[in-house]
């Protein structure tokens, strides 16, 4: 056999060993900007819910321990303390607020007068309704079109609050966002409510579209915003496994794991805020899946999820000047199909490359979880590192595992994102 048989010969036999071999020197994006992508929705103004009977001693105290800076709930005036709420959340956790605008409820030049009375330090955005495409109102569009057209010239056209961002309404079916139109011209970001029904959050969708997928949902999104970036009003997952409802549960165990990969997934699209849906279960009901999105139960205990993203955000944090992240040189090689990664950077100089499987954990038609096997990776560091240091959020705020001056780890990937702290010399 000639050198060159025997070279090609030896590269397929290595192939047959190595499933593939991720490599790159890859710029980093800043940590604290993953923390701040994301955001709860809530209904502090609820006055027969949870979030109203226990706001002091549970909702407030754990909005701020989860480390979120951003909520999502509605526009109304003062009912039941709810314009203090806002303003005593971002005095004590730094929490800025979306209200969504519905004509049915207010008009324009009243919520207006809201945002400047709450206070624009504290309002952030106004969102154009939600869902309004099932508002049951047959010119639904053409109304539509309209409001979303007059808030945007309310609060842009008040020096008071032309700083506040405006996002397009949120809809749903596919068809919606082209029916309404492009409204770039009076929003600065275009909105979705993309749901997953239970699939995982890396899901390909159904069909050559990719129906139902992330993607998919941007691009139906896109016809209504054909110039604006996206963000997500509403996305999650609920814990009614037994429901008929074709928007399928996952048990709480899959929910945690799910729920971090999303909003690193959207943070991967380039998605700038996602909100997650939400924070709490409103009321006690167990077979209802709309009051069981919640984060935390009924009751204020801790859903897994909860603990897993507030480690999550906890480890990450890192809030100061805006910096420019650097570039880690570094190899992920072995088993590494369906391995995803974000790779962040702190103003220390620190990496942490966030590593997960995105794979399917439960089947929502059978019921049935699903065997997710670990898959040994190597990363081999050709930036020099003076520790590593890995943590499982999931799992706990402590470190799992530490090694000083690596140049090789190897790491067992589960569908479970952990992060690997990667300090400089």
Known sequence: MSFWAKLVASILVLGLFSSSVQAAEEKARRADDFVDSVGVNTHLYYNESVYYKRYNDLIKPKLVELGVRHIRDGCVYNLNGYMDRLRELKELGGIRATLVCDPRDIKVDAAVDLVKEIGTDVIEAVQATNEYNLSGNGNWASDLRNFQRQLWQGIKGDGATSGVKVYGPSLVEAGAYAALGDMSEYQDY??????????????????????GSLDWNVRSTKKASLSDP?????????????????????PEDIAAKYT??????????????????????????????????????????????????KNLFNLLKDPGASFSPGSLDYVLSGDTEDVHHTLLQKQ?????????????????????????????????????????????????????SS????KQLDIDVSDRAQVIELAGK
């Not at 029904?197 to 129906?211: K, T």
């Not at 006690?284 to 993203?309: I, Q, T, V």
């Not at 059978?366 to 096997?373: A, E, G, I, S, Y």
């Open 190 to 211: 275009g909105a979705m409510n993309n749901y997953m029904s239970g699939r995982n959050p890396g899901n390909s969708g159904w069909g050559s579209d990719g129906y």
């Open 403 to 406: 090694q000083t001056y690596p």
């Open 348 to 400: 220390d100089g620190t990496f942490y490359l966030v590593l997960w499987l995105e794979k399917s954990g439960y089947n929502v038609d059978t019921k049935k979880w699903l065997d997710v096997p670990t898959q040994k990776v190597t990363l081999t560091l050709n930036t020099e590192i003076s520790k590593a240091t890995i943590y499982v959020p999931n799992d706990s705020s402590s470190m799992k």
């Open 230 to 250: 996206i963000v997500t009003t509403e996305t999650g997952y609920h814990q009614v496994t037994s429901t008929g409802n074709g928007h399928k549960g996952v």
């Open 260 to 309: 971090p990969r999303l909003v690193l997934e959207q943070f991967n699209y380039g998605i700038p805020r996602t909100y997650i849906y939400e924070f709490i279960n409103t009321y006690n009901n167990p077979g209802s899946l709309y009051m069981n999105f919640g984060l935390l139960r009924n009751d204020g205990s801790e859903k897994p999820a909860y603990k897993a993203l």
